[in-house]
Structure formats: structure tokens, C-alpha cells
């Protein structure tokens, strides 16, 4: 909210500039035709429209990649997120979010109001998060398990395999020798 507000301050200055540089720029004169102050205001209003224009670009671009990363976090903690649309334009909803930016940026000693009247929201490692961390961890701790249990059944059979190898050559050097002593006789 601080950042969406600093852009808007800048904006606002902005097209208050745009103000001020025509009052500096073209009214000089004490008197004005009708078609000179219509030129004047269709100037202003192209300069206005092209920074607000500009401004509301910005800010929706701004709000799909906050949107983006906060899917992406979901998705990374498989939460299935849904949206009403609806309560996007919901006047109530919009009204709150007015008063709260306005107790939150208002008050003398830089100290948010609403820190002093609403509690705070719990830390992450107490709420959702963290079961979901713990669910993870779970899981992955069994899955470490069962992949450890796997590793031991084939080391075993890779080690039964060798002592079977072992005997299988060491038979087949005793007939060796059993035959080239035959053939010796």
C-alpha cells in the first residue's frame, strides 16, 4: 500500500505540474479568445490524459506480477486459491480499504493507528503455513524413509548377487582345474 501510494503522490505531482507549467507557459496575457483558452484546455487535457492514462497502466501491470508471485507461492504449496470477481468492485470492501490506508498514513507521530486498535496478524510459523510446512515435512520424511528401506533391500540383494558371483567363479576355477588335471592324467 506504501508503494502504491508514493506512485500516486508522484503522479498526482506530476500532472500538478502540468498545471503549473501552463499557467507559467501560455497564460501571460490578461485576456484570452474563446478559441485560444479551447486550444489551452485541449493541450492540458491531452498532457492530463496521457499521464493518468500512463498511471493506470502502471499500476495494472504492478498488480499482475504482485498477483503472480502470490500464485506462484500458492502453487508452490499446492493451495488452490479462487477469486470472486465480484467483490472487486464492492463499494463496502473498497470504502474499508480507503480507511484503513487513510488510519494507516494519517497519523502525526508515524506511528500506524491501526497497529494501535486491531491486533496483528499471528506470525506464519503459528497459522496455516506452518501446517502446511509440517504436512510437507511429514511427508517427506516418509518418503525418505521408505527410499532408505529400498536402498537396504538392494544393497542387500546387490551384495547377495556378488557372494553368488564369488561362488559361481570360484566353482567354475575348481572345474577348470579339475579338468586340466584330468587331461594331465
Not at 500516486?8 to 501560455?26: A, H, I, N, P, Y
Not at 467483490?87 to 506511528?111: C, D, H, P, Y
Not at 494501535?116 to 510437507?136: H, V, Y
Request: proline share 2%; charged share 30%; net charge negative.
Amino acid at each position: 500500500m506504501r508503494f502504491a501510494r508514493s506512485k500516486r503522490g508522484l503522479r498526482l505531482k506530476t500532472v500538478d505540474s502540468c498545471f503549473q507549467d501552463l499557467k507559467e507557459s501560455r497564460l501571460v496575457e490578461e485576456t484570452f479568445t474563446a478559441d485560444e483558452v479551447s486550444e489551452v484546455l485541449s493541450s492540458l487535457q491531452a498532457v492530463v490524459h496521457s499521464e493518468v492514462e500512463s498511471e493506470l497502466i502502471n499500476t495494472a501491470h504492478t498488480n499482475v506480477l504482485l498477483l503472480r508471485q502470490l500464485f506462484s507461492q500458492a502453487e508452490k504449496w499446492y493451495l488452490k486459491l479462487q477469486t470472486d470477481i465480484s467483490e472487486l468492485e464492492n463499494r463496502e470492501l473498497l470504502e474499508q480499504v480507503a480507511e484503513f490506508e487513510k488510519a494507516e498514513f494519517t497519523t502525526s507521530n508515524k506511528k500506524p493507528i491501526i497497529d494501535i486498535i486491531k491486533p496483528k496478524l499471528a506470525p506464519l510459523n503459528e497459522g496455516g503455513t506452518a501446517e502446511l510446512l509440517n504436512k510437507e515435512i511429514l511427508r517427506l520424511q516418509e518418503e525418505n524413509v521408505k527410499l532408505k528401506a529400498r536402498l537396504k533391500t538392494i544393497e542387500i540383494q546387490a551384495t547377495n548377487v556378488l557372494d553368488e558371483k564369488s561362488k559361481l567363479e570360484r566353482a567354475l576355477q575348481d572345474l577348470q582345474l579339475d579338468q586340466g588335471n584330468q587331461k594331465v592324467r
